[in-house]
C-alpha cells in the first residue's frame, strides 16, 4: 500500500540516513535539476557543473540527518550550490573582475536575473513542500506527469505505479486539484501576494 | 468528473502545449484570473522546461553513479575511523560525451578526491591500450612534510615524489585495480581506492 502524505518524504528521507542506494538516486532526482540548473545559469560547462554537483552531494550525504523535510533539502542545496560555484569563481580569481572582463564567448543562456533566480527557488519549495503532502502514489503519478523529460506513456506510468491505465486520466486531475487545495492553504498565498503585479481582491 | 475537476485535467495537456488554440486561450483566461494558479502552473512549466533545458535525462545515470560511489566512499571512511579515506566527487569518466564527439582510446579521465581537509585531483591519459600515465596533484592538506606517493596491486609496488607544487608524475601503470596512499613520512595521511 502506498505511503500517505508526509510519509512518503519522511520514509524516503530514513531510507536515505540509512545509506540506502535507491532512496538517494530518488532524492539526486529531485534535487540533481536544482543543482545543475543553478550552475548553467552560473555559466559553468557540464564538467565544472558536475564538480559542483559531487560536492553538493557529499555535504548533503552529511547533512541529511539534520534536514528532515523536502523544503529544507531544497534550500540547503540551493544554499550550498550557490556557495559552491561563488568558491569555484574565486579559485579562479575572476569574481574581482567578473563584471569587467567576463569574456564574450561564454552563453548566456538564462537571461534571469539574480533576484527572478532567488524567487523561483523559493516557490519551488514551496511547491515541493505542498507536493510532500500527497501520498507517495499521487507524488510520483505527478513527477511522471510533469517532470520526467522522457515523457513515459500511461502504459508505461501504469506499470511503474501499478495502477491500471484507465484510472490514471481520472487520478490525475484529482491530484492537481488535491495540490491546489493544499498551496490556496498553505504559504502559496504569501508568495502570490507578495508580488506586487498581482493585485489582491 | 465534476467541472473543477475536468479544468484540472486539461492543466497538463496546457503545461504541454497539447491543446486547441481554443481550448489554451479559454484556459489561459481562467487561470489568469486565478493568482494560486496562475503561479502554480508557471513553477511547473518552467521546471519542465529546465529538465528539458539542462539535459537531465542525460546526467541522471552519471550523477546515480557518482552519489553510489559518495555513498561507499563515506561507509569506508566511517569503518577506517578517520577522514583519510578519499572521497570521490568527480569522475569525468562518468559523464556521456558531448553530442557528435566519437569515443576514443585516447581519451583522459579526470578525478577528484576530498582527503582529510585537502583534495587530490588527478588526469589519467592513455599511452596504450592497457596502460596510462597518471598526473596528480594534492592541495589543502598541512604541509608540514614533503609527500610521496605509493601505488599498490596485489604484490606491484610503484612509488613517486610530490614536487614543491604537490604535483607527482607517474609515466606508465598497467591497468587494474590499486590502492593509492598518500604518504607523510611513513604515516598515511590520506588513501583512496582507483581503477585503470
Redesign the interface.
Known amino acids: 500500500m502506498g505511503k500517505q502524505g508526509g510519509e512518503y518524504f519522511n520514509s524516503l528521507i530514513g531510507q536515505c540516513i540509512k ?1 540506502d ?1 535507491q532512496s ?2 530518488e532524492l ?2 529531485l534535487v ?2 536544482v543543482i ?2 543553478l550552475c ?1 545559469k552560473s555559466k559553468l560547462s ?2 565544472e557543473s ?2 559542483i ?3 553538493v ?2 555535504q548533503l ?2 547533512s541529511i540527518r539534520s534536514l528532515k523535510s523536502p523544503e529544507k533539502i531544497l534550500s540547503f542545496v540551493a544554499t550550498i550550490t550557490r556557495r559552491q560555484i561563488y568558491n569555484f569563481y574565486q579559485n579562479l580569481q575572476i569574481v574581482d573582475y567578473y563584471g569587467e572582463q567576463m569574456p564574450d564567448s561564454i552563453p548566456d ?1 538564462s537571461g534571469s536575473s539574480p533576484d527572478k533566480i532567488y524567487e ?1 527557488i523559493k ?2 519549495q514551496v ?1 515541493f513542500e505542498a507536493m510532500s503532502n500527497l501520498s507517495e502514489r499521487d507524488y510520483k503519478l505527478l513527477e511522471m ?6 515523457e513515459p506513456s500511461y502504459k508505461e506510468i501504469s506499470e511503474k505505479l501499478k495502477m491500471p491505465v484507465s484510472s490514471i ?2 487520478i ?3 491530484i ?2 488535491k ?2 487545495n493544499i ?2 492553504k498553505k504559504k ?2 504569501y ?3 507578495s508580488d506586487p503585479s ?1 493585485k489582491t481582491k | ?1 465534476n467541472d ?3 479544468q ?2 486539461k ?2 495537456d496546457f ?1 504541454k502545449g497539447r491543446l486547441t488554440p481554443e481550448e489554451q486561450s479559454s484556459l489561459k483566461e481562467q487561470i489568469e484570473n486565478d ?3 496562475q ?2 502552473i ?3 512549466k ?3 522546461n ?5 539535459e ?2 542525460k ?2 545515470k ?3 553513479n ?3 560511489r ?2 561507499k566512499d ?2 569506508k571512511r566511517k569503518s577506517a575511523g578517520n577522514d583519510k579515506w578519499g ?4 569522475d ?1 569518466g ?2 556521456p560525451l ?1 553530442e557528435g564527439v566519437r569515443p576514443a582510446e585516447v581519451d583522459t579521465r ?1 578525478l ?1 578526491f ?1 582527503v582529510g581537509d585537502g583534495q587530490l585531483e588527478l588526469s589519467i591519459y592513455p599511452i596504450s591500450p592497457k596502460s596510462f600515465e597518471l598526473i596528480g596533484q594534492i592541495s589543502g592538506l598541512k604541509q608540514d612534510e614533503a609527500i610521496s606517493i605509493e601505488l599498490k596491486s596485489g604484490k606491484s609496488l610503484i612509488k613517486s615524489e610530490t614536487n614543491q607544487f604537490n604535483l607527482f608524475r607517474i609515466s606508465r601503470v598497467p591497468a587494474g585495480k590499486y590502492n593509492l596512499n598518500l604518504l607523510k613520512g611513513r604515516k598515511i595521511a590520506g588513501k583512496i581506492d582507483l581503477e585503470l
Open positions: 545509506g542506494e538517494w538516486h539526486i532526482d540533481g535539476p545543475f540548473s548553467q557540464r564538467d558536475f564538480d554537483f559531487g560536492r552531494s557529499y550525504v552529511n543562456k523561483v516557490l519551488r511547491l506527469l510533469f517532470l520526467d523529460p522522457n486520466g481520472p490525475r486531475a484529482k492537481l486539484a495540490l491546489y498551496l490556496k502559496w498565498k508568495w502570490v501576494f498581482n | 468528473m473543477k475537476t475536468k484540472f485535467d492543466l497538463i503545461i493568482p494560486i494558479l503561479k502554480m508557471a513553477v511547473i518552467d521546471m519542465n529546465e529538465a528539458d533545458q539542462i537531465w535525462q546526467l541522471k552519471p550523477s546515480h557518482l552519489i553510489d559518495l555513498l563515506i561507509k572521497i570521490n566527487i568527480f569525468s562518468l559523464l558531448p579526470r577528484k576530498l
